[in-house]
């Protein structure tokens, strides 16, 4: 007799319809039924959403996907976006319900993650697991309350297009914001080459060949000797011919315009595929205030080291002059720029800066505010999430397993709403990686920072404890792009009473 698994099967039109199938894997490595799982339109993702409560007032935008040319300091680059690189900025308070109608004019498949936030299981973008694919030509709309104020942002989750110009910042206001500033500047950092050197597609199959395909010379977009004594060895796999600041790069940077004395808040995505960066402000020295949305007991500090998917908001006081914002590709030797000016002076050009090399914060460094702590209560459920894989094969997994699109529950991790769980990630492999956890916040062990990205070095491991308070499918992977689609990711799975 074949054990079964409740699952969502997706139809085209973005509709779910709960059927069963096989999950013989599962069944033969546990020996008793698996678990069934809650389904992402279910009553209890619906209760879960009702129980936020809200505003009652809506925001509402269009998001049109398409095919569009950037000018890149003199480079006519052909990429996708949502009408410019990055969208622009969406803005709400907290408690108030996003509509987003979003029309797909590209050549392909894509969706709408909002990375982050704690929304509705079936308003997360992840398909194959929350909604069929937005199609080409067809569209769909998100519809969510964002409870959490923070910084936060969306970006596809359909193959390598996050390494397209698919993105834009997504800023929930405290409407009892406790921060006093004066002015504040969203500041989305990328590492660009589509239609440049190729395209995200194009680095994909060569990087499934792996590093020996690549040593018999049959691509070009793999960097190697990248080193990075901060992230434990290996900086990255990916050769990027640009690194951008607000879309622009170090020839032509954007610049913010303020006033000496003035208190600035940054709020710092990093929308990268492969790159950390090392981010400071020439002159001047940040205090940080936020990691992933959430305060932090504020720690002063001469620049930040940031993964893919993170975010740091920080305070800063300006001086008098023109200051440059440098965000470095950690490990590849090249930087992005922007500028500061509040008076006079030559602008600066891109260049290392003393702060760079001065004391860099990273989440190890950072307390949670005591409104951001956990309440202390008993684990339930002890899980493992154990990173595997190498540059060689370009094989990398999650317990063991790559993750497949086809049977996206394969493997997952299974917890029962309600629950305190306390989450080890593992890497086992030579490399870092950025791990991501959507629907949720964990807490860092040991009054950590409350986050839902975390660096994960070499050989290193994480723990981590959340309360399982979000009903539904949740993806949890690398945000290093190109190792997610070749199988570093999972399902963490709500089990149906």
Not at 237 to 250: E, H, K, Q, S, W
Request: hydrophobic letters at 40%; charged letters at 20%.
């Amino acid at each position: 007799m074949q054990s079964e698994i409740q699952y969502a099967s997706l139809t085209r039109r973005g509709f779910l319809a709960v059927g069963t199938g096989t999950l013989a894997a599962i069944a033969l490595a546990s020996c008793t039924t698996p678990p069934r799982f809650v389904s992402p339109t279910g009553t209890a993702v619906q209760q879960a959403e009702a129980a936020r409560g809200g505003t009652g007032r809506v925001t509402r935008v269009d998001l049109v996907a398409a095919p569009t040319q950037v000018d890149l300091a003199g480079t006519t680059a052909d990429t996708w976006s949502f009408g410019s690189v990055p969208a622009p900025t969406i803005r709400l308070s907290a408690g108030d319900t996003l509509l987003a109608n979003v029309r797909n004019q590209l050549p392909a498949d894509t969706s709408v993650h909002w990375h982050g936030l704690a929304l509705r299981n079936d308003m997360d973008g992840v398909p194959g697991a929350t909604q069929a694919p937005i199609g080409a030509g067809e569209d769909f709309n998100y519809e969510f309350v964002a409870a959490q104020p923070g910084t936060y942002w969306f970006h596809p989750h359909v193959g390598p297009q996050l390494d397209r110009g698919l993105y834009g910042a997504l800023i929930v206001d405290d409407p009892n914001e406790p921060l006093v500033y004066d002015d504040e500047w969203v500041v989305i950092l990328d590492d660009w080459l589509d239609g440049v050197t190729g395209t995200p597609d194009e680095v994909l199959e060569e990087l499934r060949g792996g590093m020996a395909g690549m040593m018999g010379g049959s691509g070009g977009h793999m960097m190697m000797g990248a080193r990075s004594e901060l992230l434990g060895g290996d900086a990255g796999d990916v050769f990027y011919p640009l690194y951008l600041i607000n879309g622009r790069p170090a020839a032509d940077p954007e610049t913010f315009t303020s006033a000496p004395g003035k208190r600035i808040r940054l709020r710092i995505i990093n929308a990268g595929s492969d790159t950390a960066f090392r981010v400071a402000l020439g002159g001047h020295r940040l205090t940080v205030t936020h990691s992933d949305g959430f305060p932090v007991n504020p720690v002063d500090t001469d620049a930040i080291l940031i993964g893919m998917g993170e975010r740091y908001d920080a305070l800063v006081t300006l001086g008098d002059g023109a200051f440059p914002l440098v965000a470095a590709a950690e490990g590849k030797g090249e930087t992005a720029l922007a500028v500061v000016r509040t008076g006079s002076g030559e602008t600066p050009r891109a260049t290392t800066i003393p702060e760079l090399t001065g004391s860099v914060l990273t989440a190890n460094d950072l307390v949670a505010d005591p409104s951001a702590v956990l309440p202390q209560r008993t684990v339930d459920r002890e899980l493992t999430a154990t990173l595997s894989g190498s540059m060689m094969a370009y094989d990398w997994a999650i317990n063991g397993r790559r993750f497949d699109p086809a049977d996206p529950l394969a493997g997952a991790l299974g917890v029962t709403q309600g629950e305190r769980v306390r989450l080890l990630i593992e890497n086992t492999t030579q490399m870092w990686h950025p791990f991501h956890l959507h629907g949720h916040t964990y807490q860092h062990a040991g009054s950590g920072p409350r986050k839902d990205t975390s660096i994960i070095l070499p050989r290193r491991s994480l723990t981590v404890e959340f309360d399982a308070d979000n009903p539904g499918l949740w993806a949890a992977h690398c945000h290093n792009i190109y190792h997610a689609e070749t199988g570093m990711m999972t399902i963490l799975g709500y089990q149906t009473a």
